[in-house]
Nanobody, 120 residues
Framework: QVQLVESGGGLVQPGGSLRLSCAAS????????MAWYRQTPGKERELVAT???????NYADSVKGRFTISRDNAKNTVSIQMNSLKPEDTALYYC??????????????WGQGTQVTVSS
């Protein structure tokens, strides 16, 4: 079992920046990958960015060039730096961890979410 705790959300003006962090309850070195998702009321959860165990990253087109995902294996954290924020970035942001076990099963773990509101 893995617990994920997000932090860093808040209210920011358009064009501003926020950094979200996700702390895992145990070492993330063996995690298959980690990611950030976001969701707004009435919409499906949307993938924002991913980072593999090897450090490869991928981003949704809507955030490319503005968001940067990173991981710190020593601190068991994954973060996302969000710059040039837009009102449409407003959402509840979730941390996700994927772990593939020796029997081949892939488990997903989720944090409780942190709210990001971009508004003047």
């Amino acid at each position: 079992q893995v617990q994920l705790v997000e932090s860093g959300g808040g209210l920011v003006q358009p064009g501003g920046s926020l950094r979200l962090s996700c702390a895992a309850s145990r070492s993330i070195v063996s995690f298959t990958g980690m990611a950030w998702y976001r969701q707004t009321p009435g919409k499906e959860r949307e993938l924002v960015a991913t980072i593999t165990s090897g450090g490869s990253t991928n981003y949704a087109d809507s955030v490319k060039g503005r968001f940067t995902i990173s991981r710190d294996n020593a601190k068991n954290t994954v973060s996302i730096q969000m710059n040039s924020l837009k009102p449409e970035d407003t959402a509840l942001y979730y941390c996700n961890a994927k772990i593939r076990f020796s029997d081949g099963t892939l488990e997903n773990y989720w944090g409780q979410g942190t709210q990001v509101t971009v508004s003047s």
